[in-house]
């Protein structure tokens, strides 16, 4: 085996190779169980008082992103190899868009609120256009 072949097997994800079906239930399985894992936790972050309270978002978004990682690798097969490099550009584009997507909408919605009339103002009868 050489080195480039030993390399390709380093960076393969949990069942993305050619294994028997219970090597690949094994991994599905695991996946499961680790972003159920991961979902529990989130709800016991949420409902206990153990935590400090202004933590709690972050500890949710770091969760999210946990969790995140948990699908791409072991239900995607998102890797860094040679092979996937189309698999990731098409995540990076994806990600994008809904940066941009998420980032307008904040952004116009900032410019509404910025630029809307005062409620009293739009109550009062002698309000003029």
Do not use: K
């Amino acid at each position: 085996m050489s080195d480039r072949d030993h390399q390709r097997e380093d960076d393969r994800t949990p069942g993305s190779h050619q294994a028997s079906v219970l090597v690949q239930v094994a991994t599905y399985t695991l996946g499961l169980v680790l972003a159920l894992g991961l979902t529990a936790i989130s709800f016991w972050a949420v409902r206990t008082h153990m935590l400090w309270g202004p933590g709690v978002p972050i500890g949710l978004c770091v969760l999210a992103i946990a969790q995140m990682g948990i699908h791409l690798v072991f239900f995607l097969h998102i890797t860094s190899g040679p092979d996937n490099t189309n698999n990731l550009l098409a995540l990076a584009f994806g990600v994008l868009i809904v940066f941009l997507v998420v980032a307008g909408s904040l952004w116009i919605m900032s410019n509404l609120n910025a630029n809307m009339m005062p409620m009293p103002a739009m109550m009062s009868p002698q309000a003029q256009p």
